[in-house]
């Protein structure tokens, strides 16, 4: 038998063929789901709003949902106004100074309990205690204790970070393999040792994944307390104004909320991704 | 002398063992008996002598409130509507979340269509929504039942549909080559496969539903423990703020223990860490 390289080279450039074709179908394929993705979200967010401002005062009052146009102006009103600049500095500043408070606290408590086993298991049953403490209630007692100020957000802000931190921390300190530990001590490792290259690097996922979902908790602690009692802020704005029935402000407070959260979301991830690329950890709630 | 077997061993060992344990729990029981010994006795002591009462209360005032509360049938009057709003909120919220996410996680594209705007409205702390409802639904029993329905919908929605996405596509594909049909394929792959996903959002959303029927009698109603608690405050009764902030944890931590057992409802698939934080607010 000999080669039929004649015959090698058809069959090989119909097979490249073949493969050419489904890549090139497999592309087409994928750059029409694309395009039905982009289509279908952007076609639904127009088709929502169309609705709200044309249809829905058919249904409803206008009174009660108010319509985009007049809260995208009221939105800029406020921004020309300079207030709306204020409010969010102001709850900006409860969230995120009660954000690193609660944080640091939630971290370095359970950092400190952790270290002896029996030390978390004589709390355990105080912090599930507390864990099931509705927050909320506690606004009235800050406001009492003190006062009007920022001091009860932050600490408000802070609270609600610093159980799930706390939480977070406590279970990756406890789930390092011990297997690790042991390896590591026999080797000879001191505690300083195992606790920076073995504890903390296995701790840290938890942590990083837990603060990130806990700057929204900050934001909407600082929010619930501006509702109970306060002068500015993007709370104070928001029950101001549903008392006055002047739903474009509830709502374009609403939108500004949002849209400070999410930022602050996003920046976040980035942040958390660049801090412990290797992991993606689970968040205890 | 008895000869050292292998069973005197063992049963020595395990003798030393079950001692070793129960010193430990006794440790335990009297170092917790201690703190709370402690943190009462300090309570009672401090207030009065270093701080105000008006600031801080104290044990036994706080007990005379609650006790006063009870007799006067205070208590579960005020009780029966925020568990009544969290319970019609958590059904809505757990019946909503479930029923959107099943038929948007079963068509991809669907899914990924909405997605952004699950998420917009996901960024919107369901505290802000709270005054929103109120103006809408005024302060009767409805806006609670919504606010608490928020709360526990998108922890809900957002298990559900990871419960469903991460079905394991070798699974679907032999089933589909084996001739399931895809009634088959949900009955036998498709929901075993998430519910430990969808019972973990349910185990823990039921304490957010009790948290948001409180935020919105925070926020206004005219009873509630959220009422209790903020009327108390209206009228500087600490001891009354700290009698309703105790109530309602008790409500909660009794809602977390009876729900623990959903923890292992499902053995076999292990414990499933849900993704998001529900509780602690």
Redesign the interface.
């Known amino acids: 038998m000999t080669l039929d390289l004649e015959a090698g080279a058809r069959e090989g450039g119909r097979a490249r063929a073949v493969r050419d074709r489904v890549a090139h179908d497999e592309r087409g394929r994928r750059h029409r789901e694309r395009t039905a993705l982009w289509l279908g979200t952007v076609g639904l967010g127009v088709a929502i709003l169309v609705f709200w401002q044309f249809g829905l005062e058919h249904l409803v009052n206008p009174r009660y949902v108010s319509d985009p146009v007049t809260i995208a102006a009221r939105i800029v009103e406020l921004a020309a106004e300079g207030t709306i600049f204020t409010h969010v500095s102001v709850t900006l500043g409860e969230a995120g100074m009660g954000f690193v408070i609660g944080a640091t606290v939630g971290f370095l408590s359970a950092f400190a309990l952790s270290q002896t086993r029996s030390g978390y298991e004589v709390f355990e049953p105080f912090l599930i205690g507390f864990y099931s403490i509705p927050k909320i209630a506690l606004a009235p007692l800050f406001i009492l204790w003190f006062g009007l100020g920022t001091l009860p957000k932050v600490i408000m802000a802070a609270l609600l970070v610093y159980f799930i931190v706390f939480v977070n921390t406590a279970t990756g300190i406890r789930e390092v393999q011990p297997g690790l530990l042991q390896v590591c001590r026999v080797f000879g490792a001191s505690r300083r040792d195992l606790l920076l290259k073995v504890t903390l690097p296995a701790a840290a996922p938890a942590l990083v994944a837990s603060v990130r979902i806990t700057f929204t908790r900050a934001i909407e602690g600082a929010l619930l307390s501006e509702f109970v009692a306060s002068t500015q802020g993007l709370g104070y704005l928001v029950s101001r104004a549903s008392r006055a029935f002047d739903i474009a402000t509830v709502f374009a407070g609403i939108v500004i909320i949002a849209a400070v959260v999410m930022t602050a979301n996003t920046l976040l991830r980035l942040l958390q991704n660049r801090l412990t690329p290797w992991h993606r950890g689970q968040v205890h709630g | 002398m008895t000869p050292t077997t292998g069973a005197t061993v063992l049963a020595n060992t395990r003798r030393e063992h079950l001692a070793a344990r129960r010193a ?1 729990r006794r ?2 029981l009297l ?2 008996l201690t ?1 709370v010994v402690i943190a009462l006795v300090g309570w009672e002591s401090v207030s009065g002598t270093l701080v105000r009462p008006f ?1 801080l209360s104290s044990p036994t005032a706080v007990a005379a409130t609650l006790a006063e509360w009870v007799a006067s049938g205070q208590l579960w009057y005020h009780a029966q509507f925020t568990v009544t709003a969290a319970f019609f909120g958590y059904l809505l919220g757990a019946a909503a979340g479930v029923l959107v996410a099943w038929p948007l996680a079963m068509v991809r ?1 669907a899914y ?3 997605e ?2 699950f ?2 409205a996901y ?10 409802f ?3 639904f005024g302060i009767g029993m409805a806006p609670k039942i919504l606010i608490a329905a928020y709360f526990v919908f998108f922890i809900v929605f957002i298990n559900t549909v990871a419960g469903f996405s991460q079905v394991p596509a070798g699974l679907l594909d032999v089933t589909r080559v084996m001739g399931a049909s895809r009634r088959d394929q949900l009955r036998t792959v498709m929901l075993p496969s998430a519910a430990p996903f969808i019972l973990a959002a349910l185990r ?1 959303t039921l ?1 957010a539903a ?2 948001g029927a ?2 919105g009698e ?2 206004s109603s005219n009873r509630g423990l ?1 009422y209790l ?2 009327a ?3 009228s ?1 009764s ?1 001891s009354g ?2 009698a ?2 105790l109530s ?2 008790a409500i ?2 009794l809602m ?1 223990l009876m729900l623990r057992p959903l923890r292992h409802a499902l053995r076999w698939q292990g414990e499933v ?9």
């Open positions: 430990h440790f335990l170092a917790r703190i600031y594209l990924r269509i909405t952004p705007y998420l917009i960024s919107v702390p369901a505290v802000a929504m709270g005054p929103v109120i103006l809408w823990i304490p009790m948290i409180v935020t925070f926020i959220g608690t903020r108390a405050a209206g500087f600490t703020v700290v309703g902030v309602l944890s909660v931590l977390n860490d849900v993704p998001e934080a529900a509780a602690g607010r």
